[in-house]
């Protein structure tokens, strides 16, 4: 009999497996097609154990729908662009493309052995010429539809990078690569018209069912429609009036002030005429724009000096201030404070020594608003003391719903909807990207590209010795002609935004080799993607942008109107966790090990004891990481999916163990000891066959639901009991290597290696990736015989299994025949039998 050898299984049924061309994906009429696609990873360089458990999930999928008779497209991509690679030139020399397509190397030949089902001839990285000149061809579409538009904005700027950073890209008011603080500054930008389809975007959210709810939560709440009243307030001076948006006009008697922001007209004129302004909105704008750094940076404030009217009491004069806290890109720049009921308003009003006037109170509790301002849900019922509509007892939206009325019908307001959502800009000071593929001209002004001179390529001979985008100083490439007139003209220097390659991939997918961005009739096929698995990280920008990204495309003629909508279903993985092994340095600070380094607790080398901190995320700065490529040369790449597939369901985060890979290895050798055992077997059928065969059909019930409904850990939990009872068994050799073929193909997506050899093994036709799934007989998971206890004065002592319809008097004489009933009586009559059916037999002797 031989051993169970993972690395010589698992080598040799990839080779066949290539060979074969099984996972090559073909559009067919004769077949369905199911599309599953896992977030495409970045080419850090070196896979993880969290690559291994969202790829083998994915895997499971694509591999059970194959065996169900689908034309399966499972491709596998590289989103390439990004700030990393230019920062490891910087920091190591070379050139990002070299560091870039090295680390692809390296994390393919890292997956492959993995034996993933995969169709690696569709594979491309977003930085491929092939790819972004699609993309180029895509944004010109966009452009010409109407769909993007240049302006200018403030955004947040990196100073030690130079360049713009997404809001996401702002950690604690700090870039996230550079560390940098993050200023405000107002560059001519790019942006794609999102915000057009605010409604569409929310409304088809109640048709995304296979999406797990809080990710359209946080979608629906990222989009942020609300009703509120749009007013102004007239300026003493007589001036142009300042207009507000607010979405709770119901405090309007607890006003403070009037707050502008930095960026409103009336500050930059104001900066023009006077050095203090100046001095002040310089100072706001080193600040970052993202809601994190406005509600932990410290509140800034500038009177102006200017006094507007209430409009409710002409008398009643409010300050205008400048104020670092309010944007420019929501509303109207401007607002009405209102610090009782706004805690940011609060904080500022106190520190400059404004009014704080409560407009409202808890129903039970009439204390003043001192350091805390009180801000109920607007569900809840609070008691008025100031309000002009005449309210006592209301909610918040009863009062919002009725001051808009009471404005409205007054003629100084209106309702207006407005949405969070700002239009999406794609403009990046970097090298590394997307050219943007138009051109400046002085004669024509902004020239889209032609079509036949993409792809615009980047330059390869750049050096990042200075800071900054190299494309602003490469005047080969940077200075061209003007594709209208001719005349010299210069490039456009900014590239696109790093979500604009993954808002599409999923579409190139379907024809990665085609010519234009996509082919209609293979997107026809293919599309939608009907099981989309990724990371909770991308639950609102990648795909809201995608969601996006799939409608412009249906409006350019690139993707059918069925795809607008391009996940059918989502599935977020939890993350891969290990205990943290630290010890501490002379000035206490934390020295972190790899676990390999420890063992019982303790430092090899010097026997030292380290602190554990448990089941924290894998983390190559906390150096609590698994090495994927180590655990498959030591056990196999089918114990490595097997273990995390099995050992917490696949949603929650799961922790990797020594001691589970070790046991989910010793667990698939004894499958492969057992399954040696039957195939040399030539027992003869008898009484226990059927038993076996019935628990075969529940199992394939089992395991197919579990696989279905990503209970992948249920599913196996049911294999190791279906092993447990395929070894017990007596039935007859023919039984049981039906029995251990049906085990192995329930086990193909998890351990396909392993069950290929099993089922050769055993006699399989072909490739047990190829054979039929097996489909339970539902008349073999009804069983027709039950297990019933006998109690002998009271003490349960034997147990014998009858039909379940068998007569009382039968059961009494099947029971009353048994060793250990003959044993009691000891060849006397029973005092009294008494059946209860389907239960027990109780015997009193």
């Known amino acids: 009999m031989s051993r169970y050898s993972a690395n010589e299984i698992e080598a040799k049924w990839q080779e066949a497996w290539d060979k074969a061309g099984i996972f090559t994906a073909k559009r067919t009429a004769d077949k369905p097609k199911y599309y599953v696609l896992e977030m495409f990873p970045y080419p850090s360089g070196r896979i993880h154990m969290g690559h291994v458990r969202n790829y083998t999930m994915g895997d499971v999928i694509a591999r059970h729908k194959l065996s169900t008779g689908h034309n399966v497209l499972h491709p596998m991509g590289w989103d390439a662009f990004g700030m990393p690679a230019e920062n490891a030139a910087m920091a190591i020399g070379g050139h990002p493309k070299d560091w870039t397509y090295g680390n692809i190397a390296d994390m393919r030949a890292q997956m492959k052995p993995l034996g993933l089902s995969i169709d690696w001839s569709r594979e491309f990285a977003t930085c491929d010429p092939e790819y972004y000149g699609q993309q180029q061809a895509l944004f010109l579409d966009m452009l010409d539809a109407g769909l993007v538009y240049r302006k200018n904005a403030v955004v947040n700027w990196d100073p030690v990078d130079m360049t713009v950073l997404a809001n996401e890209q702002v950690e604690n008011g700090r870039g996230w690569r550079s560390g940098a603080l993050v200023e405000r500054r107002e560059l001519t930008q790019w942006f794609f018209k999102i915000s057009e389809f605010s409604e569409e975007l929310l409304d088809a959210l109640d048709t995304l069912e296979n999406w797990p709810a809080k990710v359209r939560l946080m979608q629906e709440n990222w989009i942020g429609k609300s009703r509120g009243l749009e007013f102004a307030f007239e300026r003493t001076d007589g001036s ?217 390529r980047l330059p390869d001979d750049v050096t990042f010795d200075k800071p900054g985008n190299p494309l602003d100083r490469h005047p080969t490439w940077r200075d061209c002609a003007c594709p209208s007139c001719g005349k010299p003209a210069k490039r456009e220097t900014d590239t696109m935004d790093t979500f604009v390659d993954s808002s599409w991939y999923f579409a190139r997918f379907t024809a990665p080799r085609t010519e234009t961005p996509t082919d209609l009739a293979e997107a026809e096929y293919w599309m939608n993607v009907d099981q989309y698995i990724g990371g909770i990280e991308h639950a609102i920008l990648h795909l809201l942008y995608s969601r996006f990204f799939a409608r412009a495309m249906h409006l350019t003629g690139h993707l059918p109107k069925k795809a607008i909508e391009p996940f059918d279903a989502l599935f977020t993985q939890g993350m891969v966790t290990h205990e943290i092994y630290q010890t501490r340095d002379d000035k206490g600070r934390p020295v972190y090990h790899l676990p390999e380094e420890v063992e019982d607790g303790k430092l090899k080398a010097t026997g030292e004891p380290v602190e554990i901190i448990p089941s924290a995320k894998m983390s190559k700065s906390k150096k609590n990481v698994v090495d994927p490529v180590s655990i498959i040369s030591a056990f196999g790449a089918d114990t490595a999916r097997w273990f995390v597939l099995s050992d917490s369901p696949p949603e929650r985060d799961v922790e990797w163990t020594a001691a589970g890979a070790e046991a989910a290895h010793k667990h698939l050798s004894r499958v492969h000891r057992i399954v040696s055992e039957i195939a040399a077997s030539d027992a003869p059928a008898n009484a226990e066959d059927d038993a076996l065969l019935r628990e075969m059909h529940k199992t394939i019930h089992d395991v197919t639901g579990g696989v279905e409904s990503f209970g992948f850990n249920a599913s196996i939990a049911k294999l190791y009991a279906f092993t447990n009872t395929l070894a017990k068994s007596k039935a007859g050799a023919q039984a049981k290597r039906q029995a251990a073929k049906t085990l192995a193909q329930l086990m193909s997506p998890m351990t396909p290696h392993l069950s290929e050899e099993l089922w050769q093994m055993l006699g399989g036709e072909g490739l047990v990736a190829l054979a039929p799934w097996p489909v339970a007989d539902e008349s073999m998971l009804v069983d027709d015989t039950v297990t019933l206890p006998i109690q002998i004065n009271g003490k349960r002592r034997a147990e014998i299994s009858v039909a379940k319809d068998l007569d009382k008097t039968q059961v009494e004489k099947i029971a009353l025949s048994t060793e250990a009933v003959q044993k009691a009586l000891d060849g006397a009559a029973p005092k009294k039998v008494i059946v209860v059916p389907g239960r027990i037999v109780n015997v009193v002797v």
């Open 240 to 456: 142009a009036p300042i207009t507000v948006y607010t979405t709770r006009p119901d405090t309007l008697l607890g006003a403070s002030f009037v707050g502008i922001s930095p960026d409103h007209p009336i500050a930059k004129q104001l900066e023009a005429e006077n050095p203090e302004v100046a001095e002040f909105v310089s100072e706001c704008r080193k600040g970052g724009t993202t809601e994190e750094a406005i509600e932990t940076g410290e509140k800034l404030g500038f009177d102006t000096g200017i006094r507007v009217k209430h409009p409710l009491d002409p008398n009643w004069e409010l300050p205008v201030w400048i104020a670092n806290f309010i944007l420019m890109d929501y509303g109207t720049g401007a607002i009405f404070a209102c610090p009782a009921h706004d805690q940011r308003d609060l904080d500022f009003s106190r520190k400059y020594d404004l009014p704080v006037i409560d407009t409202f109170f808890a129903l039970d509790d009439d204390t003043p608003v001192d350091k805390i301002a009180f801000v109920p849900p607007k569900e809840q019922k609070v008691r008025w003391v100031n309000h002009f509509a005449g309210l006592t007892e209301a909610t918040g939206q009863e009062a919002i719903d009725a001051t808009i009325d009471f404005a409205e019908q007054a003629g100084w307001g209106k309702g207006v909807t407005k949405y969070r959502l700002r239009d999406w800009g794609l403009s990046r000071q970097r090298y590394w990207g997307c050219p943007i593929p138009v051109v400046h001209c002085d004669d024509c002004g902004v020239v889209p590209e032609k079509k036949e001179n993409l792809p615009i």
